[in-house]
């Protein structure tokens, strides 16, 4: 069945059958492989994109259910003004160790911070729960995020 | 398609395909240049002057390709942005872990100690062979002349190293270049270099297997029993041939699972949820996690089958017999998984020259590549491996029957082969594979005197060898001794008077592999909550107890007493605020020396709160400091985090977690704050992925009792009397 979607501000017509998870939508059919599967429950955040400029997990995201709203992957990051202040806090960091969960870790960094330009150490530790990261970067994904609302503010 | 045309990213620079001097080594380990089909390149430079590091060794995010690179850069006389890297391809010859032998491959925490010198030296045969060039063309003395960041200088005289590389690729390379003076350094111990793999890690780019896609691929997954080692006799797929992109089903030839095959990811995910098969169980394994436990425990009441260190064991026994008191302690290690954040997964393809393909994140190659040629008939020669990004490992991408790459091979090879096949894992097929740090049990009674002092220390250890049956076996067991069951005991740098170690094996009811720190990861947390114990035994200091057994001023007893001392005042140990508790941990591993003091609010009963851990590591000449506090960091959550919350366990054979929501990783909040410290050291370097694991978990142990009067000698401590905020 064909869906249209609203994609990183482009439109994209996309064939899946209904009831797909909008993660393998966007890695098996679109080949846009920067959000990643880590659990599919839920549980870790890999797979976080952004619906309407919110955080959301798109292993539980039917395409059914995204017909008109505007989905941001980590692929168009770069031309967001939050994303790219969270991208540059990170590689001047260098938070990540293998990488695999910082696809999600930033999409809902930029959530955060596009909230609340300057969380606490308790907010950013409540908000960013539930990503995951099996490498433990956490202490630097704290830092990072400071460090974006840092860059952001000057 | 070839590895050449492959999708990978920034990981094949420009550079590569027209690299014209090319630096490594023959087979002999003789320096050599050029064209020569034997030779095993480092370094290959191009005629635009682009430098290209060559890796051995594969990423799972402990930083190799920053660190080779570094060693070529600094040799060479680059800054970090004027080099790039690129994965060896898999020849065990010619790209052996010089730690491991004919092996290609990763573990140990070898990757920068077996390669120092000899990245170094290929990265200062090029510096020679390209001043040597420019000394030539200019009519100078090549001693004039040096390279900085990729200029090269000297008598009045600057250009580009670009202009000296094709002539450069026609000189035979030196076969003792002069290595740089520590002085010299720039680059190694350079806090300010920055990873080389991050920028790519943080906007999507970065290719890890799972996220290759070849034309006409087909999407694989296996369905498995439940109970290991029970056999697939058949399968209905009336079901899922109702599952839109289903293609088809087989039983694998080794009769393990069946292989679902489909058009895209979801489409075999629900196949094979929809598949019904029918299971051979009469090998399956049928114990439950409380009888592997239960016979564990009572190995540890009976004789040891082993002596560790021959020593006299009646000895042992008449010095507890005379102890003024004796401290004793039993302790029970779970299973745990691994459990990697990218799901386990590669992808196999037919080559027009009759060879196959294999892209995978692969952290042992020589493993898989054998197999594949035995499984395909082909020699060595027609299996390649792309090696890519890996989303962690901790170990598992590293098995001796390269379980997940022949899985693959398998469902490749029973079709007809003209669809490349991409094998992906769930996480429930990750948590369920049946890999595990293997579960031990200890049984420790330490005597001492009148004065506190340590007169014997009586230490059993049972459970299940990680190397024996393998492929490995002859490498590590000696006499009877799995040596990775004992690491970090037996072998203890502690002067403790009176020791016997006994090892007894258990019956492996799972598959046991390394896991993150190995042996470590139980021996560790037994010998320093046992010296914590003595220590409160006696009424002394923790700290200051430690170092009285690690006297003398060479070795390992000095470097360890160095991280301890160290940990110690950055820690402010003894001074912890009011509400708070302290534990201190010290362990040798892998080559490296690290000390950890967990501070912690709150106590057992009301709830831990980890508020911070300070970490002292001495891993010999520290080449890229920021990633090695990176890799103590991410160790030390490793090894709290599965101690504080996971274990694996087995009803009836089969595995009863599922999915991250019984298996729960670290979270951010679980740690406050991790202060990590590196001892300057002029030692040849040491590793760094694993020894941070170690002592964190025992720290937090003794910071607990320490607060509550509670010691947990049976893991995870949330089943056993701790909850934590
Ligand atoms: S893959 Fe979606 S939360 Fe883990
Ligand atoms: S960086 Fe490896 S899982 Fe987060």
Same mark, same amino acid.
């Given at each position: 069945m064909a869906f249209s979607l609203k994609l990183n501000g482009k439109d994209h017509t996309v064939e899946a059958e209904p009831g797909t998870p909008l993660l393998w939508v966007l890695r098996?059919?679109?080949? /846009?492989?920067?959000t990643k599967f880590g659990c599919?429950?839920?549980?870790?955040?890999?797979c976080t994109v952004h619906l309407d400029g919110q955080p959301a997990r798109s292993c539980q995201?039917?395409?059914? +259910?995204?017909?008109g709203v505007e989905i941001t992957t980590i692929e168009a990051m770069e031309r967001d003004t939050i994303g790219a202040a969270v991208q540059q806090a990170w590689v001047e960091l260098d938070v990540?160790?293998?990488? !695999?969960c910082q696809s999600g870790q930033i999409m809902s960094a930029v959530g955060l911070l596009s909230e609340n330009p300057k969380p606490s150490v308790e907010e950013i530790d409540d908000y960013m729960y539930g990503n995951a990261c099996r490498c433990a970067t956490y202490q630097r994904i704290r830092a990072g995020i400071q460090r974006a609302a840092e860059i952001l503010e000057a | 398609m070839t590895i050449e045309t492959t999708r990978r990213g920034f990981l094949t620079s420009a550079a590569a395909a027209s690299a014209i001097l090319v630096v490594g080594v023959r087979p002999n380990g003789a320096l050599a240049a050029g064209g020569d089909a034997m030779l095993n390149p480092f370094v290959k430079i191009g005629a635009d002057g682009s430098v290209t590091a060559i890796v051995k060794h594969f990423e799972m995010g402990q930083g190799p390709t920053t660190g080779l690179s570094t060693l070529i850069a600094e040799e060479i006389g680059?800054?970090?942005?004027?080099i790039g890297f690129e994965f060896a391809p898999s020849d065990p010859q010619r790209y052996a872990n010089l730690a491991f032998g004919q092996i290609q491959g990763t573990g140990g925490s070898t990757a920068i100690a077996n390669s120092f010198q000899q990245y170094r030296t290929a990265g200062a045969a090029a510096r020679e062979m390209l001043l040597e060039t420019a000394a030539q063309a200019w009519g100078v003395?090549?001693?004039e002349l040096t390279i900085e960041e990729g200029i090269v200088t000297g008598a009045n005289n600057a250009a580009p190293l670009a202009e000296f590389v094709e002539a450069a690729s026609a000189l035979e390379a030196p076969t003792e270049p002069r290595l740089k003076d520590p002085?010299?350094?720039?680059?190694?111990?350079?806090?300010?270099?920055?990873?080389? +793999?991050s920028p790519a890690k943080v906007n999507g780019t970065a290719m890890f297997a799972i996220d290759l896609h070849l034309p006409n691929e087909m999407f694989t997954m296996i369905a498995r029993p439940?109970?290991?080692g029970a056999l697939a006799l058949g399968f209905d797929d009336s079901a899922a041939?109702?599952?839109?992109?289903f293609i088809n089903a087989a039983i694998l030839p080794n009769q393990a699972g069946v292989a679902v095959y489909a058009e895209n990811t979801w489409a075999a995910m629900q196949a094979r949820d929809a598949l019904q098969v029918e299971w051979d169980?009469?090998?399956a394994e049928t114990r439950s996690s409380d009888e592997i436990q239960a016979e564990i425990m009572a190995a540890l009441e009976?004789?040891?089958?082993?002596?560790v260190n021959k020593t006299d064991q009646t000895a042992t026994q008449a010095a507890l017999d005379g102890a003024a008191q004796v401290v004793e302690q039993t302790f029970y290690f779970p299973l745990l998984a691994h459990?990697?954040?990218?799901p386990l997964n590669c992808v196999i393809e037919a080559n027009d020259d009759g060879g196959i393909t294999l892209h995978d994140g692969a952290q042992m190659p020589t493993g898989p590549h054998m197999a594949m040629a035995e499984i395909f008939g082909l020699? /060595?020669?027609?299996i390649r491996i792309n090696t890519m990004l890996a989303g962690g490992s901790f170990g598992r991408r590293a098995t001796p029957e390269a379980d997940y790459q022949v899985e693959a091979a398998l469902a490749f090879v029973v079709?007809?082969?003209t669809r490349p096949v991409k094998l992906v894992w769930s996480r429930e097929d990750d948590l369920r594979s049946? !890999? !595990?740090r293997p579960a031990f049990g200890h049984k420790v009674r330490v005597g001492l005197d009148d004065?506190?002092?340590?007169v014997g220390w009586d230490h059993r250890i049972a459970g299940q060898s990680i /190397?024996?049956?393998?492929?490995f076996e002859s490498f590590v067991v000696r006499d009877g001794v799995d040596h990775s069951s004992v690491e970090g005991a037996s072998d203890t =740098? !502690?002067?403790?008077?009176?020791a016997f170690f006994g090892l007894t094996d258990t019956e492996k009811a799972t598959s046991t592999l390394w896991w993150r720190a190995v042996g470590h990861t139980h021996t560790a947390y037994v010998m320093e909550v046992m010296m914590d114990m003595a220590a409160q035994a006696a009424g002394r200091d923790p700290v200051e107890y430690r170092l009285s057994y690690l006297q @003398? +001023?060479?070795?390992d007893q000095a470097r360890l007493a160095g991280v301890l001392r160290l940990a110690a005042e950055k820690a402010a140990?003894?001074?912890? =605020?009011?509400g708070h508790a302290q534990g201190v941990a010290v362990h040798k591993s892998f080559g490296s020396y690290v000390a950890e003091v967990v501070e912690i609010s709150g106590n057992a009963e009301d709830g831990v709160k980890i508020e911070k851990v300070t970490c002292a590591v001495d891993c010999?000449?520290?080449?890229?400091p920021d990633v090695i506090k990176a890799q103590m960091e991410g160790g030390i959550g490793y090894g709290i985090g599965h101690n504080m919350r996971d274990q694996i366990t087995l009803s009836g054979g089969a595995v009863d977690q599922y999915n991250f929501? +019984?298996?729960?990783p670290l979270r951010? @909040?679980?740690?406050?704050a991790i202060d990590v410290h590196i001892v300057p050291s002029a030692e040849a370097p040491s590793g760094? @992925?694993?020894?941070?694991? =170690?002592?964190a978990a025992p720290a937090l142990a003794n910071a607990i009792a320490a607060a509550s009067?509670?010691?947990?000698?049976?893991? =995870?401590m949330d089943e056993n009397g701790v909850a934590f905020v």
């Open positions: 098996d059919e679109l080949k /846009m492989t920067g599919g429950v839920a549980a870790c955040g890999a995201t039917y395409i059914d +259910d995204v017909e990540v160790q293998c990488g !695999y | 680059l800054r970090m942005d004027q003395d090549a001693s002085s010299e350094f720039r680059l190694i111990g350079n806090p300010d270099v920055r990873r080389l +793999d439940e109970q290991r041939r109702q599952v839109a992109g169980l009469s090998a009976a004789e040891p089958t082993y002596n459990a990697p954040m990218e020699p /060595m020669e027609k079709t007809d082969r049946g !890999y !595990y004065a506190g002092q340590i /190397m024996k049956g393998t492929a =740098p !502690y002067q403790i008077p009176g @003398g +001023d060479g070795g140990w003894g001074e912890a =605020p009011a010999g000449l520290a080449i890229n929501p +019984d298996y729960e951010i @909040g679980d740690i406050a760094a @992925g694993e020894p941070g694991t =170690p002592p009067n509670l010691r947990v000698g049976v893991l =995870p």
